[in-house]
DNA sequence: TAGATTGTTAATCGATTAACAATC
DNA sequence: TAGATTGTTAATCGATTAACAATC
C-alpha cells in the first residue's frame, strides 16, 4: 500500500493551484521553491515536501516550470477530467453555487438542482432546471452524478444523504450545518460549514480586542 | 503573557458547541467527555485538553453540565456579544449571507450590502438595504461596523480590503478566491475558498477511485 | 466511602523546519 | 565547471493520545 498523504497536504494544494495559475497569467516560465514561498508566505521547506508526495517536479539548479507544475497538480487535484454536480436546495445559497460559473472552467458542471417547493418546478437556474425532490431517483438513474451539493436546512440533509449513497452518489458536498453519518470507505464527504467559519472569526475578534 | 491557543483548537469549538447545542434540545443535563466522545467521533483525551485550554468546566465523577459548558464555549466564541456585518457584493452569494436569518440568533446582524450595480441601488434583501460602493465611506463613519463579508470577484477584494482596513474595520470575512494582504497584527481575516473545498472533494474522489 | 470522571502530566505520534548531499 | 536549487534525510516542534493522581 502507498503511503497514506495527509489531509493537511492536501489543503494546501489548491492554493499552490491557485498561485500558480496567477503566474502563469502573469507569464512567469519557472519559480524555485525559495521565490514561491516568499510569495505565499509558507516555508520553502514546506513546498518541496509537499510536492515530493507526489513526485519529483522540479529540476535541480532550475527550480520549478510553472506550467507543468500547475498541470500536475490540476491532475492530482483531479482537475483534468469532468465532474457532474446536482445542488440539492434551491435556496439562496444553493442557487449562488448554480451561479458560480467559475466552477465549469474546471470541467465542474451543475446539471440540475432539487427543491420541495412546488413554485420552483421547471424554474430555471442560469440554464440549470430545478427539479422536485421526488425526481431524484429517476434523475439519478439516468444521468451520472459525480457530486451532490448540499445547500438544505439540517434537518432534512442526514436522511438526503442517506438516499443519495443509495442511488449510487459517493460524494458529499456538504453545507448543512450538521455531520453526516455515512460510511466513510463509499463515501467522501466535504463540509463546508459557514457558521463554523464565523465563529472562528468572532473569537479572533475577541482575542484581538483583549489584546489591545 | 497567557499561552496562546491553537488554531486547531479554535477550530473545534463550534463542533463542540453545536454539538451541545443539540444536548440542550434534547434536554440532557450532563454529559462525560466520553460519551461526547463517542458522539462526536474524537478521543475524550482530545475534549478535556481542549476544554482544559480555556478553564475547568467541569467536575470529577460528574462530567460536565450541558447547559453551563454549552454557555461557556458560547463566550469563548464571542457570542455573547452582538457583532454588526456588512456584506461587499450583493451577487448570489453575498444574498445567499444576507438571507441567512439564522446567523441572527447568534447576535450576528447583517447591517447593510454594498455593490456597484446601479440597477441594485435602493433595494432590499429580506429588511438589508443594498447601497452603492460609493456610499461606504460614509456608512462605515456613521456606523459600528464589526466585520466585513466580501463576496466579490476576487480581482476587486484586496482593494476593498485595504479601504475597510482605512475606514476601521478589523474583522474580514473572505470569500474572494483570493489571498487577502492586510497586517496581521490590526486586522482578523477568515477565509472560505469554496473552490479550495471542491478540490479538497475532488482529489478525495480521485484517490477512493484509484483504491477500488 | 466507593465509583466515576475530571484535570493534567507524560508518552507518542505526526507535521514542519532545517540541513545538506545529489544533480542539473 | 561553478552555482543554484532540488529531493530527501535528520532534527525540531507541536498536537494528539494515554495514563493516572486528584477529587467530586
Redesign the interface.
Known amino acids: 500500500m502507498e503511503k497514506e498523504i495527509s489531509?493537511a497536504v492536501?489543503?494546501r494544494?489548491?492554493?499552490y493551484?491557485?498561485y500558480l495559475g496567477d503566474l502563469l497569467d502573469q507569464g512567469v516560465e519557472r519559480i524555485s521553491s525559495n521565490d514561491l514561498s516568499e510569495l505565499m508566505k509558507v516555508t520553502a521547506s514546506q513546498i518541496r515536501q509537499d510536492l515530493n508526495n507526489f513526485g519529483g517536479f522540479g529540476q535541480q539548479g532550475y527550480g520549478y516550470n510553472v506550467q507543468f507544475l500547475y498541470d500536475e497538480i490540476g491532475k492530482?487535484?483531479?482537475?483534468n477530467?469532468q465532474?457532474t454536480i446536482i445542488v440539492i436546495g434551491a435556496?439562496?445559497?444553493g442557487?449562488?453555487?448554480a451561479?458560480?460559473a467559475?466552477?465549469e472552467k474546471?470541467g465542474?458542471v451543475i446539471i440540475a438542482m432539487f427543491d420541495v417547493k412546488p413554485e420552483l418546478k421547471g424554474k430555471k437556474c442560469r440554464d440549470i432546471p430545478v427539479y422536485m425532490m421526488d425526481e431524484l431517483e429517476d434523475f439519478c438513474k439516468n444521468h451520472s452524478v459525480?457530486?451532490a451539493a448540499l445547500t438544505l436546512p439540517k434537518d432534512f440533509a442526514p436522511e438526503i444523504a442517506d438516499k443519495l449513497v443509495k442511488l449510487g452518489i459517493?460524494?458529499i458536498?456538504n453545507f448543512a450545518?450538521v455531520?453526516l453519518d455515512v460510511d466513510e470507505k463509499e463515501v467522501?464527504v466535504?463540509n463546508?460549514?459557514?457558521?463554523?467559519?464565523?465563529?472562528?472569526?468572532?473569537?479572533?475578534?475577541?482575542k484581538?480586542k483583549a489584546q489591545s
Open positions: 489531509q492536501i489543503r494544494m489548491p492554493r493551484y491557485r492530482i487535484l483531479g482537475l477530467q465532474h435556496g439562496n445559497l442557487q449562488a453555487l451561479n458560480y467559475k466552477f474546471r465542474f459525480d457530486i459517493h460524494a458536498w450545518h455531520d467522501v466535504e463546508v460549514h459557514l457558521s463554523d467559519s464565523l465563529m472562528q472569526l468572532t473569537y479572533n475578534i475577541v484581538k
